[in-house]
């Protein structure tokens, strides 16, 4: 069930990915308030971390994350239904609550359920399905935004009409036919909320928060570019419909060829070792985008940034780092810290794109990443896989 779980979120996902900020934008929201509502998104989530992972820890897994989707099929009505800018503005409020809700309790159930000499595989597996099933919805996105009127609201608002009946049905199926299932069993009995959190640090010592700083620096990464990628790739590159929808489509493919491949290496290798080997993948990426004289180059930069993304070795490392009944707590702590830095990154982004050198949201998680991110986990982080 959450194989079906994310190749259906996945699919309805990648309708409307790439229209989102350009979607805001047309409601009435400039450069920095989209930054400023990708900000608040971010505080909210910084509140509702330690105690949505206390949760996850403590309660039945189908319950919350059945609480997750529902909440997720709101968020999307408010998308579908948006008069102006506030009505995204509510929806983001929502977004990290039920993101918190629903991956965190999935991504407890199958790291559980799988054995650490196949975890990366089995994840990896789990994404390569989606990404099967979803390869072909930007181009759908794209062909129905074309008929509907173009990049504008009533041409992009079809899509989010589709993701909200879309998710109805998913979310109904896989609530419906999940198992009950208990948290996993502590070796010893809670001792309180704040406890319980200093309990998983004290357990992980400084290689949690060595992780914890990693994570802090990927949310600066992906929070100063991502609410202005697609706005950067139509206004500063000329991309249209077709060219937003086929760079996810890229992306796909690459993330499909090369998957299998680099989840087996994390298998057998090191769970480090497949993550940092396609980084440079991602570096190229950024750089592309900047240099890009047209919108074609893009397709190439995400097909790269496919290929970095093609392993799920970070997400298992994550998660190995603490035994299994600290992994709910141990998602709301690091996300609390890595939230705090998203309350800002969107602002800077919507600065940087705002000003005469708009390129400066790839060139600055370029810098991040390459000089600060990489090197820090490369040095200070242990190797989990158990060979």
């Not at 062909?143 to 990049?151: D, E, Q, S």
């Not at 109904?172 to 319980?196: C, H, M, W």
């Not at 900047?290 to 993304?309: D, E, M, Q, T």
Request: glycine fraction near 8%; avoid cysteine; hydrophobic fraction near 50%.
């Amino acid at each position: 069930m959450m194989v079906v779980r994310t190749a259906g979120s996945h699919f309805f996902y990648n309708l409307t990915g790439q229209y989102t900020s350009i979607y805001t934008k047309a409601l009435g929201a400039d450069n920095i308030l989209i930054g400023l509502i990708s900000s608040f998104s971010a505080f909210i989530s910084m509140l509702i971390s330690m105690p949505v992972g206390y949760i996850t820890d403590k309660y039945n897994l189908r319950y919350v994350l059945g609480a997750g989707m529902f909440l997720n099929i709101v968020m999307i009505g408010l998308y579908a239904f948006a008069h102006d800018w506030r009505w995204i503005f509510f929806a983001m409020a929502i977004s990290p609550i039920t993101m918190a809700l629903m991956f965190r309790s999935q991504q407890v159930i199958i790291t559980n359920g799988l054995q650490d000499v196949d975890r990366a595989t089995g994840m990896g597996l789990r994404m390569q399905i989606a990404y099967l099933i979803a390869l072909v919805s930007p181009i759908i996105g794209a062909f129905i935004v074309n008929r509907m009127g173009g990049l504008t609201v009533e041409g992009i608002r079809p899509l989010f009409y589709i993701r909200f009946v879309g998710l109805i049905v998913t979310y109904s199926y896989v609530y419906l036919k999940t198992n009950n299932v208990a948290p996993a069993i502590r070796e010893k009995t809670s001792s309180g909320f704040i406890q319980d959190f200093k309990d998983v640090l004290d357990t992980g010592g400084r290689k949690l928060k060595t992780m914890i700083l990693v994570g802090a620096l990927g949310a600066l990464v992906w929070s100063t570019l991502e609410s202005f990628a697609f706005l950067y790739a139509e206004e500063i590159k000329g991309a249209d419909a077709f060219i937003l929808g086929l760079m996810p489509t890229a992306e796909t493919i690459a993330y499909l060829l090369f998957s299998t491949t680099m989840n087996r290496l994390a298998d057998t290798k090191g769970r480090k070792y497949a993550f940092i080997v396609v980084r440079p993948g991602l570096w190229l990426s950024f750089i592309i985008a900047i240099l890009a004289k047209n919108p074609y180059w893009l397709l190439l930069a995400w097909f790269l940034r496919g290929v970095a993304l093609s392993t799920s070795a970070y997400n298992t490392l994550y998660m190995e780092l603490v035994p299994a009944e600290q992994r709910g707590r141990w998602m709301g702590l690091s996300n609390t810290f890595s939230a705090m830095v998203r309350i800002v990154a969107p602002v800077i982004g919507g600065f940087l794109y705002d000003s005469s050198y708009p390129w400066l949201i790839f060139a600055v998680p370029l810098a991040v990443d390459m000089l600060l991110r990489v090197p820090i986990l490369y040095k200070w982080v242990p190797e989990t896989l158990q060979k």
